[in-house]
Structures are given as structure tokens and as C-alpha cells.
């Protein structure tokens, strides 16, 4: 007990400085990818010196992204008079704390191992002088045992904040953000959980996250097994961050920002905070679910060792979220945004039916685990199958009423007349 | 009693919902003549559901408990609702336009399925009210009957009237709800169960151990039957009943008539059934005096100043709560028909039933100037225009008086007779004037049909579901009332078992006295 | 499979999530603090003004929205709850044992259950409430 709260604590000061420190490098890095994909350069001169130290040179921009900290810190946090104020100041707390929360079950570190008994110096308050027996304790925040539930339940209370600031704003755009960005996030988090319930059910039943990294780390990774349950996950990972292509909370050109319309200063900040942790929280989540946690692809590491084996685990964890948060600034910058019967529809025209079809096929599998013929690339099959089966029979589907009967203004493109 | 058990006894529910999702489903389809069988699908689930129940109770070798009676009884009544109910989707002009290939089809307008679904639903409700033996069985299947009414009621007429009483209904049914479900949270503190059986057994230690049940219990069960009397329309909570009976389409206004009401009482018997067999707190006792008293009293004199037929039949329906309630007092009897006070309600909510239904079912048969007949000036001289019409109105009218020859005659010597059973004689002797006060507006009602002047403007509806459930449900109130003996002591086995105790039934050799005794 | 056994309990391992709470709540509150001593403040009229493009802003921004976005919350509801039921289902199901009797009951369950929220959802498709156009 006491060994686990001492290195969940430890883990949590690591972790919590390494995801701050790195939301606002991510944010350079989202510059950098943006230049690169529009055959920009991007930041490229701030150094270190912020006009004050001795630093010389360009320091590949690196003093971007504390820059823009430290200008946020200073510019005015105007508060506008109209605005419901306990509720104002309220929304960008309430969107900081579910995702500094929902991160703590994720295993960063696999299993350390307190091989000998040590004592507790003696200088520390309230445990000084403890003798601690050698044990096994995870490297996480909190290793409770409802493990991917936990995310899921942190997760979606996300959207608070996000509907408080649009409605406390009392604007228009911001009323219209918070609207769409409830409505998004709600139909995204059905197809998601379904994607969970998936991996559970083929999992063993496992719900502790380290569970799952176990069964990967020892088999085979979860996306070669269900290729398409991955990509509708991670598309849900991006609804759930409101990340482009699904960022029409904040839509720049038709809502100027949605729901953060009227904020300013580090109030504003923090939405954009928001959602970088949530992006690192969700490539977590993907990984953990999907690409085998800190599993190394070919060696088979050991399970449990030392501080050594324990940092080699996170950096492999940490490289493989790097990688996922490339891709979705790669997609951010090179699809263009859905409109919001498009975002509606996809949610619950195809991938809910299609996480339902994979759910059903996949409990059926699993009632036959134990035949002769079972095999997990049954899934896989499973997932193909669903794959050509939305194909095949996707564009007869009926394709229901016209809710809104487009009215043909005369003079328009729709107009019988002209 | 394990889930095994309890799901084979739901099998007819399980006919009936499996009929409700083939509705909605069917409901939608493009063709109309595929939509029209939406009612006949609805017809086939509710036989399904009565042969499964028939053939239950042929396994147990009679009906024994209220259960199978009740169902069986739904499945009755449901059917002669659904001939009036038939055509309620039709009358809507937006359904007619669509059927009629004047609008497009559009599945978002029609209502077709709806309707018949939430008509399954409701009647799935009713059952599940009788089946349950746990409180939050109870809640679910109390709502599970109401929230399709609210939507039926709202959205069964083009009517603005018909939106706001579906509204007002709804938010006073909520309110209701409330007030019930607050009780039974107040039942599970006072005795940490939910199950009605232990909830007994925790009731039988309280009296062992102070020689009377907790305050606390009193008060929770009080608040539960305050709460279901927004179901029955009983006093306190029966301000809803005439505006929403107006506004309603008569077949639906049919269907308000027998269907809460019949859950409601259902659950308040079982609701009584949660106290130690032969002790009734004086606070529950004085509550249901009062209750049925004023009830009786209110729905007959406000009976007497309307001038719609439908408002006259509301109060009436309030009325007949109130002689319901009498039984009520009744309700721990011997086996004996006439002393027990569950077999006589069981009796009475069909008898009721049968000549409520007949009287709607009239007026939904009739309609002038394009709107549905409802005012005593539509019925006027209805001798003259549509004679058969005005015996059906004629015969339903005096059973619900209760005059010798109908059923409603029957029904009411045993309310009063188990009430005066139990030495109920003042409130008995209230009910008698009572009904002799009813007698003025129901030969109102029928004096108008017979000896009025018709102006001639009223008219039948099209189609014949309407006049023959009339037809069928007065000559059933005619025929029961002459022989009604079969019905009687099918009641009367329905209710002569502890009720709401349902795994008492199962298992009589336990009787819960050994039970008390060994805990 | 590698058995590891960890000497933990279980209450006490939601301590740590307290103590990030506090650290997320502090975080937050020190940063909105802390921004609004750090920076300038000034106010104006037309600073003031709920921002409409430049426009004058007409009305208030408190109105009646599309039915739609409640529908969609009922909908969530129906298969939100139903979903949450189904976690526990799927965390027992591939432990029963080979030849388990329960087996054929437990995929069954599961199956009617989806079933009534797949006609809910067909239905709910067939009436238009996922079409946005």
C-alpha cells in the first residue's frame, strides 16, 4: 500500500510536468507540422533570450513556445459585463480538471520492483522512518481496478466545460459552439465505448488498463486484430479532443472560435490546454487499447525490473503517443472540416452500426472461444467483413426523408426557376 | 422466486413487446398497405399474449391470484379498445394526406405504428403492474403504463386542446410519480427491502416487536397510495381527469378510462397487501375512508353541471374510483365472494371496464360537423338516427348506474356487501346516495338519446370497428349481469390468496406466519 | 499469461486520484488567478459589447434552439445506459468456462438486450432523427 502510494505520487509529479511542459512544445510543434504541410517554414527565430538573457542565436525556435506562455500570462483577462460571471470564470477551470484526471490510470511505466527493504529518510514529514518491505507496484498514477472505465467516465465530463463556457458567454457563436460541441461529443462517445467494450470482451474480460498491455505485450497487438475498430477509435479519440476534422465547436470561419468567442488571456488558454492534454490522454488511451502500451514490437522485454527498465518503458510509451499526436496534427492539416450533418451522420450512420455489427460478431466469437476451429485472426476477419460489408451494402440503405424541405429562393442553385 | 421463473411468467409481456417493436417497425414502411397492419399486427400480439396467458393458466388448473385474472382481463378489454382505437390514426388529416397520396410519404409525420406501439406498451404495463413483486418492479411498470398515455392523448387528435391536456396530463403524471416514488423509497427505509415478501416479513417483526408497524412505513405507504391515486383519479390527485378525458379522442379517452385505472388499482392492492395480514393502521384506514368518501361525492355532483357528455363521463369515471375505494377498505376478506374486498374491485374493474367502454365507444361512432360527437345537443334524439347506437348507450348508461339486469349491478352488491363485511355500514350508506345522485346524469345522458330532438347533424363514422366494440361491450355488460356466475367466482379464486405476495402464491405451503416465526 | 500479484487493496488506491484532483483544481484556479493580477485592465462601451462580427449585437443569445440536439441527447441516453450495462456483462462473459451451462443464457441475454436498442435504433433511423440536412 504504502510502497504503490509513494510511487504513485512520484509518477504523478513526473508525469503531470512532462504532459504540462509538452502541451505547450506541442503546440510548436503543431506550427512546424502546419508549415511543413503547406510548404511553410514556420517558428523558426525565437531563442532563448526572450529579450533579457545572454543568449545568442536562433535555437531552431525552440523559445516559441515559452513565449507565447509568458505573453498569455500578460495580456489582459477581460471579462466582458454581459457575461453570467461564477459561470465564466468556471468554464476553463472545469475544462483543465477532467483532463489533468483522466490520464491517471494509464500504466506508464509497466511494474517496478522494490527489491529490498528500504526506510523512508528520515527528514520527510508524516512517513519518515517507515521501513517499506521489497514488492511489485505499478508505475501509474492510480492502478485501480475499473482501469479503461475510469478514462471513459473522466473523459466524457470534458464536455462541461466546454457547453458552460458557450452558454455563460452570452453570445451567439459561443451558444451555437457549445450546442454543437455537446451534440458532437455525446454521439462520439457511444461509438467509442462500444470500441471499449469490443477490446474488453476480446481481452478476457480484462478492465485494469495494465491488463490489457499484458495480453498484448504477450500476443499480438490489439490493431492487428481490429483494424477497423482502431480507425473508428481513433476517429473518436479526435471528436472527443474537438480535433479537426471535427473541431466545429470552434470552427474559426463560421463561428470566430465557438464557445472561447468571448474569452481572453490564460482563461483562453486553458480550452487550448484542454485540449492538448486531452489529445495526449487520448493517443494514451489508443496506445494502451491498441498498440500494446510500452510493449516493444520484437524484443520481449522482461515484465518487471528496475528504475532503468521502468524509464525505457515510458519513453516507448511516450514515443508512440509522439507518434499518434503526429498524425492527428497530419490530419488537422490536411483534411478539411465536416459540416454538422456530416459529423452527425458518420456517428450514427456508420460507425455505431458498425462497432454494433463488430460487437455482436465479436461476442459470438468469443461464446465459441473454446472450439477447435477459434483463433484470434477470426477478428480480423470479423473487421474485414464489416469493412466490405458497409461497402457492399452501404449505398442501399435507405436514405430516409428530407427532414428540411430545401426551399428554392429564386435566384439561388437550388431554384426551379432560374 | 429466481429470474428463470419470473421470465417464464412474462412470456405473454414478451409477446406483447416483441408486437409493439413490430408495430413501430412496420409502421414506417413505405407502402400504405404494408402500414395498415400496423392494427392487425397489434390485434395478432394481443391473441398471442391471451393464448399464452390462457395457457398458463390451464397449466395451474384454474386462475389462481390476481396475475392471470388481470391479464386475462387486459387481453379482453384490450381487444374490444383496439376495435374503437382502430381508426384513431386515420382521423389525423396529416395521416389522411399522406394515405391518401396528397402529401409524400414522410416517416417523420406519420404516426400510425406509434400509436398501435404505445397502445402495446401501455397494455404491457398493466400486466407487468400485475406480475410485480418487488417496489421497483412496481415503479417501472406503473410508468411503463402511463408515459405512452401522455403521448397518445397528445398526439391522437389535430387538436390544440388535445396538446395541452397530453401536457398538463404528463406534467401532473410526473408530479404523481414523484409523490409514489418517494413513498417507496420511504417503505425501503423503513424495512431495507425492496422485495414485497420480506417487505411483509420486516412488517411482521416491527409488530412482534412494538405491536405496530413504524411510522415511518405508515408514512411511506400513504405517500404510495396518494401517489397511484393520480392513476385512479381519486380525490386528491383527479383534477386532471376531465380536462384530459376532453380533450383526448373519445378512443383514447376509452382507453384512460380502463387501462391506468386498472393498474392503479393493482398496485394499490398490492401496495395494502405490504401490511401484516389483519392489521391496517387507523392512518391508512381513515385515509382510504376520506379518500373514497369525497371521491364518490366530488365526481357525482360535479357530474351533475356538465354539459359534455365526455367531462360527465370523466366524473363518472372519478366516481367509480371512489366505489372501488370502498372495496379497498375490504380488502383482507375471507375467500367468500361477497366478503372479499380484491375479488369484488377484480369484478368491478371489468364490469366498469365493459360499460365505460360501450358509452365511449358510442361516441367515437358518432361525429358532427366533422369533429367527433361529444356535447349532449350532438347526441340528441340519437333514437331517431342510429337506434341501435342509442340501446348500446342506453344499456351501457344503466350498467354503469348500476340497475338489476346489467352487470353493474352485480359488481356493485359486492363492493357494498364486502365493505358492509367489514363494518364499513356509514361509508356504504354515502356510495348508495351516491349512486342515486349518478342516477340523474347518466338518465341525463340517456333520456337525451331517447326522448331529444335531433337536429340531424350527426353523423356516423366510416368503418364498423367502432359500433361493433359498442355492440360487443354492452351485450358482454348485458350477458355477464344475467350470468355472470363464471366471471364471479373466477374473481373470487383471482382473490381470495393474499395478494401482491406472489411467491407466497407459488409456494402456499409456506404460510408467512411459519415464516415470521422462524426468523 | 504472467500472474503478477500486486500487494495493494483496493480503496486506497484512489488516494492518488485525490490528490491529482487537488492538483488539476489548483492548477486551474492558480491560473485564472493569476493571469487576471498579471495583466492590464480597462473597460470601454463598445469594449463591452457582445461580439457579432462587428455588427451591433440584436437580442439577447439565451433562445429557443432546434428539438434536434434533444433528440440527440435522448437518443445518447437509450445507448449510453444500455452500453454501461453491458460493461459488466463483458468483463464476466469470457470467464465462464469451457462447457459453462450458462453460456448460450449469458450470450442470449446480451442479445435481446442489443436487440431492443437495435430496433430502437432502426426505428430512429427510419424516422429521420439522424438526418442533419
Redesign the interface.
Known amino acids: 500500500m504504502l510502497p504503490q502510494f509513494i510511487v504513485s505520487v512520484i509518477t504523478i509529479l513526473v508525469v503531470i510536468h512532462v504532459i504540462l511542459l509538452s502541451c505547450s512544445y506541442l503546440i510548436f510543434l503543431e506550427r512546424k507540422v502546419a508549415a511543413w504541410t503547406q510548404d511553410r517554414i514556420g517558428p523558426n527565430r525565437t531563442n532563448f533570450s526572450f529579450g533579457l538573457l545572454p543568449f545568442k542565436g536562433k535555437h531552431f525556435g525552440l523559445g516559441q513556445a515559452l513565449a507565447d506562455g509568458i505573453k498569455l500570462f500578460f495580456k489582459e483577462d477581460y471579462t466582458p459585463p454581459q457575461v453570467d460571471r461564477v459561470l465564466f470564470i468556471l468554464a476553463p477551470i472545469i475544462v483543465v480538471i477532467p483532463a489533468l484526471l483522466s490520464w491517471a490510470v494509464i500504466p506508464w511505466g509497466g511494474y517496478y520492483l522494490f527489491d529490498q527493504a528500504f526506510t523512508v529518510p528520515a527528514w520527510l514529514p508524516l512517513l519518515g522512518g517507515v521501513v517499506v518491505s521489497p514488492t511489485i507496484v505499478n508505475v501509474t498514477a492510480a492502478p485501480i481496478n475499473i482501469g479503461v472505465v475510469y478514462i471513459l467516465a473522466i473523459g466524457s465530463t470534458a464536455v462541461y466545460g466546454v457547453v458552460v463556457g458557450g452558454y455563460a458567454s452570452n453570445n451567439k457563436y459561443s451558444f451555437l459552439g457549445g450546442l454543437r460541441a455537446t451534440a458532437q461529443m455525446l454521439s462520439y462517445e457511444i461509438p467509442m465505448a462500444l470500441c471499449v467494450l469490443v477490446v474488453i470482451l476480446t481481452s478476457h474480460g480484462a478492465l485494469g488498463a495494465d491488463q490489457f498491455v499484458h495480453q498484448q505485450a504477450n500476443g499480438v497487438w490489439n490493431i492487428f486484430y481490429q483494424p477497423l475498430l482502431a480507425i473508428i477509435f481513433f476517429a473518436c479519440v479526435l471528436a472527443e479532443c474537438n480535433r479537426a476534422p471535427f473541431d466545429l465547436a470552434e470552427a474559426e470561419q463560421e463561428l470566430v472560435g465557438g464557445y472561447h468567442t468571448e474569452y481572453s488571456s490564460m482563461k483562453w488558454a486553458l480550452f487550448f490546454l484542454g485540449e492538448y492534454i486531452h489529445m495526449i490522454t487520448g493517443a494514451g488511451f489508443f496506445t494502451l487499447l491498441f498498440l500494446g502500451g510500452w510493449d516493444l514490437p520484437i524484443i520481449q522485454e522482461p515484465l518487471i525490473g528496475g528504475l532503468g527498465l521502468v524509464l525505457l518503458k515510458f519513453i516507448v510509451f511516450a514515443s508512440k503517443i509522439l507518434v499518434l499526436l503526429f498524425v492527428m496534427m497530419w490530419i488537422r492539416w490536411t483534411l478539411p472540416r465536416f459540416r454538422f450533418d456530416q459529423l452527425m451522420r458518420l456517428a450514427w450512420r456508420a460507425l455505431i452500426p458498425l462497432a454494433l455489427l463488430i460487437l455482436l460478431a465479436s461476442g459470438f466469437l468469443v461464446f465459441k472461444q473454446h472450439a477447435k476451429w477459434f483463433s484470434p485472426w477470426l477478428y480480423t476477419a470479423v473487421n474485414i467483413g464489416a469493412i466490405v460489408l458497409a461497402a457492399v451494402i452501404g449505398p442501399f440503405l435507405p436514405q ?2 428530407p ?1 428540411n424541405r430545401k426551399v428554392g429562393l429564386a435566384g439561388s442553385r437550388f431554384s426551379p426557376v432560374v | 422466486m429466481n429470474m428463470a421463473e419470473k421470465i417464464a411468467g412474462v412470456w405473454p409481456e414478451i409477446a406483447l413487446l416483441l408486437g409493439a ?1 413490430l408495430c ?2 412496420v409502421g ?1 414502411a413505405r407502402s400504405v398497405a404494408i402500414r395498415r397492419f400496423t392494427g392487425w399486427i397489434a390485434a395478432a400480439s394481443l391473441l398471442v399474449a391471451g393464448w399464452i396467458v390462457a395457457a398458463q393458466v390451464c397449466n395451474a388448473g384454474g386462475v389462481i391470484g390476481l396475475t392471470p385474472y388481470i391479464k386475462l382481463a387486459v387481453v379482453a378489454v384490450g381487444l374490444i379498445l383496439l376495435m374503437v382505437a382502430a381508426a384513431v390514426p386515420v382521423q389525423l388529416k396529416m395521416t389522411r394526406d399522406i394515405e391518401a397520396g396528397r402529401e409524400p ?4 409525420l406519420v404516426i400510425r405504428g406509434e400509436f398501435f406501439a404505445f397502445f402495446l406498451f401501455s397494455l404491457t404495463g398493466v400486466m407487468l403492474t400485475a406480475d410485480a413483486s418487488d417496489l421497483v418492479w412496481l415503479f417501472l411498470a406503473l410508468e411503463l403504463t402511463s408515459l405512452p398515455t401522455y403521448v397518445m392523448v397528445a398526439t391522437s387528435r389535430d387538436r390544440v386542446e388535445a396538446q395541452e391536456s397530453g401536457v398538463k396530463y404528463f406534467f401532473l403524471g410526473a408530479m404523481a410519480a414523484a409523490v409514489f416514488l418517494y413513498g417507496f423509497a420511504l417503505i425501503y427505509g423503513a424495512t431495507g427491502q425492496t422485495s414485497f415478501s420480506l417487505i411483509v416479513d420486516a412488517a411482521n417483526q416491527q409488530i412482534a416487536a412494538q405491536g405496530r408497524i413504524s411510522p415511518l412505513l405508515t408514512t411511506g405507504i400513504v405517500l404510495s397510495l396518494l401517489g397511484v391515486a393520480f392513476k385512479i383519479a381519486a380525490v386528491p390527485m383527479h383534477f386532471y381527469a376531465a380536462d384530459v378525458y376532453q380533450g383526448a379522442t373519445t378512443a383514447v379517452t376509452a382507453f384512460l378510462a380502463f387501462v391506468p385505472k386498472t393498474a392503479g388499482f393493482v398496485a394499490l392492492i398490492a401496495l395494502l397487501g405490504l401490511l401484516p395480514d389483519g392489521y391496517v393502521p387507523p392512518a391508512i384506514t381513515w385515509l382510504l375512508w376520506i379518500m373514497a368518501a369525497l371521491t364518490m361525492t366530488v365526481g357525482n355532483v360535479l357530474g351533475l353541471m356538465q354539459s359534455n357528455v365526455k367531462r360527465v363521463l370523466a366524473y363518472s369515471s372519478i366516481a367509480h374510483s371512489g366505489y372501488m375505494l370502498v372495496g379497498l377498505l375490504a380488502l383482507h376478506g375471507s375467500g367468500d365472494a361477497l366478503g372479499n374486498g380484491t375479488a369484488a374491485i377484480l369484478f368491478y374493474l371489468v364490469a366498469y371496464g365493459l360499460a365505460t367502454i360501450g358509452a365511449f365507444a358510442v361516441l367515437g361512432s358518432l361525429q358532427a360537423r366533422g369533429e367527433e360527437a361529444e356535447t349532449f345537443d350532438d347526441i340528441s334524439g340519437l333514437v331517431r338516427t342510429h337506434p341501435v347506437l342509442a340501446g348500446v348507450m342506453l344499456l351501457s348508461v344503466l350498467s354503469l348506474l348500476g340497475l338489476p339486469p346489467m352487470i353493474g349491478f352485480l359488481g356493485k352488491i359486492y363492493l357494498f356487501g364486502s365493505a358492509i363485511q367489514h363494518g364499513f355500514v356509514g361509508l356504504v350508506v354515502i356510495a348508495v346516495l351516491n349512486s342515486a345522485v349518478s342516477a340523474v346524469y347518466y338518465l341525463r345522458i340517456a333520456s337525451a338519446c331517447f326522448f331529444g330532438d335531433s337536429e340531424g347533424h350527426t353523423v356516423s363514422t366510416p368503418g364498423i370497428s367502432r359500433p361493433l366494440a359498442a355492440g360487443i361491450a354492452a351485450v358482454a355488460a348485458l350477458i355477464l349481469g344475467f350470468a355472470g356466475g363464471r366471471l364471479v367466482s373466477t374473481a373470487r379464486d383471482a382473490g381470495g390468496f393474499p395478494t401482491g405476495r406472489n411467491d407466497v402464491v407459488t409456494t402456499p405451503s409456506q404460510p408467512p406466519a411459519a415464516t415470521t416465526a422462524s426468523r | 499469461m504472467t500472474t503478477i500479484t500486486l500487494a495493494v487493496s483496493e480503496f486506497g488506491l484512489y488516494a492518488p486520484v485525490g490528490i491529482l484532483l487537488l492538483m488539476a483544481i489548483g492548477f486551474g484556479v492558480a491560473n485564472v488567478a493569476l493571469s487576471t493580477v498579471l495583466g492590464p485592465s480597462r473597460h470601454g462601451k463598445v469594449k463591452g459589447m457582445v461580439y457579432e462580427s462587428g455588427m451591433n449585437p440584436i437580442g439577447s443569445a439565451k433562445r429557443r434552439f432546434n428539438v434536434r440536439f434533444y433528440i440527440v441527447a435522448m437518443t445518447f441516453l437509450v445507448f449510453d445506459v444500455e452500453i454501461v450495462f453491458l460493461y459488466p456483462w463483458a468483463s464476466v462473459f469470457p470467464s465462464l468456462a469451457e462447457g459453462s451451462p450458462y453460456g448460450v443464457l449469458f450470450l442470449s441475454r446480451m442479445l435481446f438486450f442489443v436487440l ?1 436498442s437495435i ?1 430502437a435504433f ?2 430512429a433511423w ?3 432523427v439522424f438526418r442533419y440536412d
Open positions: 430516409g426523408p427532414m | 417493436a413501430l417497425l414506417l410519404f414522410e416517416p417523420g | 431492443t430496433i432502426a426505428y427510419r424516422k429521420g
